[in-house]
């Protein structure tokens, strides 16, 4: 999944940066409020994480022009401030949650899961898909009483899928979500990781839990 950090705090955003990547997450970074409106509308993540006291355009003003150009992506606001008012502003400008610096790095982490959970299909921890399960806390992946080692690419990928499940997801899609803007990749790569995770997944079940949809790309469900 992939998050997007607006933070001119240099050492904070590369502290959060490297946290969520150990974490299996893909992130790319903004500096200020308009780079990150920016990023926001070219590069769509699954969660972002804004400073509310940014340079060129403060963060609520971004959230804001992010809000009225119809960019529904959860925000988790981070602040200084711990005053009742400043969250309710910004709650009421358009962010799903809130948190005060300074914070635990394992709040923040809890707190992108959950958001990614509600905006997702998939409210619980462990994702299940037949008799595979994916435990989106842990990173624990086994199917049956198999369990199953993925390296961090292959997880990112069936995570995606799995929060997904049950609908086609183009190559597109994958590229985006798993990958950040740095990064050329074009969509023969993810046939080829797709390909990783059948013979880990699927392989040696008779059951087939990832389908591709000839022209659209592919789905995890259960037959």
Do not use: C
């Not at 974490?23 to 920016?38: H, I, K, P, Q, R």
């Not at 997880?155 to 799995?162: K, T, V």
């Amino acid at each position: 999944m992939r998050i997007l950090v607006i933070e001119d705090e240099k050492d904070l955003a590369g502290i959060i940066k490297k946290g969520l990547e150990e974490e299996g997450y893909v992130v790319d970074t903004a500096n200020d409020g308009e780079e990150g409106l920016y990023m926001a509308e070219n590069f769509p993540a699954d969660v972002i994480v804004l400073d509310i006291m940014l340079s060129v355009m403060d963060g609520l003003t971004m959230l804001t022009k992010m809000r009225k150009k119809g960019i529904d992506t959860p925000v988790i606001l981070l602040t200084a401030r711990d005053a009742l008012i400043d969250k309710i502003k910004g709650l009421d400008t358009g962010a799903d949650d809130y948190l005060t610096k300074p914070f635990v790095f394992g709040e923040l982490l809890a707190r992108v899961r959950s958001l990614i959970r509600r905006k997702s299909e998939v409210k619980q921890a462990v994702i299940r898909v037949g008799d595979l399960e994916i435990n989106t806390a842990s990173h624990a992946v086994k199917r049956g009483a198999k369990a199953i080692t993925l390296s961090a690419r292959e997880y990112m990928l069936l995570e995606y899928l799995a929060y997904k499940k049950d609908n086609v997801v183009s190559r597109t899609d994958i590229v985006e979500h798993i990958y950040n803007e740095d990064s050329e990749m074009d969509s023969n790569v993810v046939d080829v990781y797709i390909n990783y995770l059948r013979n880990k997944i699927d392989k040696g079940f008779d059951k087939k839990l990832i389908h591709t949809v000839r022209g659209a790309g592919y789905m995890l469900k259960e037959e």
